[in-house]
Nanobody, 126 residues
Framework: QVQLAESGGGLVQAGGSLKLSCAAS????????MGWFRQAPGKEREFVAA????????YYADSVKGRFTISRDNAENTVYLQMNSLKPEDTAVYYC???????????????????WGQGTQVTVSS
């Protein structure tokens, strides 16, 4: 399995930006779809964004469209999540995940991903 480690979280004011990174080790992510999910206290883990193995397809939750951008650098074995115009409701632990995902609807499901990082906290103050 791929080992994943997120970084880049922190405390930011509403309207600010953060860029999360997800560094992979043990295996190359070049053949895996990658996703970002988040979980706020007392809530279920929810889909944020995903990118196909080649990077030609990206998917976003409606709540982050136009504000977040997912990208990947297979040569660096890293996936990124650029988050702009942050809102207090974006506060959560953010997780990256890797999986062999093909169907579009599967990108949105936690069940489609086999490997998960430990998460990084993002806190947006109002």
């Amino acid at each position: 399995q791929v080992q994943l480690a997120e970084s880049g979280g922190g405390l930011v004011q509403a309207g600010g930006s953060l860029k999360l990174s997800c560094a992979a080790s043990r295996r190359s992510i070049s053949t895996y779809a990658m996703g970002w999910f988040r979980q706020a206290p007392g809530k279920e883990r929810e889909f944020v964004a995903a990118i196909s193995w080649s990077g030609d397809r990206t998917y976003y939750a409606d709540s982050v469209k136009g504000r977040f951008t997912i990208s990947r650098d297979n040569a660096e074995n890293t996936v990124y999540l650029q988050m702009n115009s942050l809102k207090p409701e974006d506060t959560a632990v953010y997780y990256c995940a890797a999986g062999s995902v093909a169907r579009e609807r599967s990108f949105y499901s936690t069940a489609s991903y086999d490997s998960w990082g430990q998460g990084t906290q993002v806190t947006v103050s109002s």
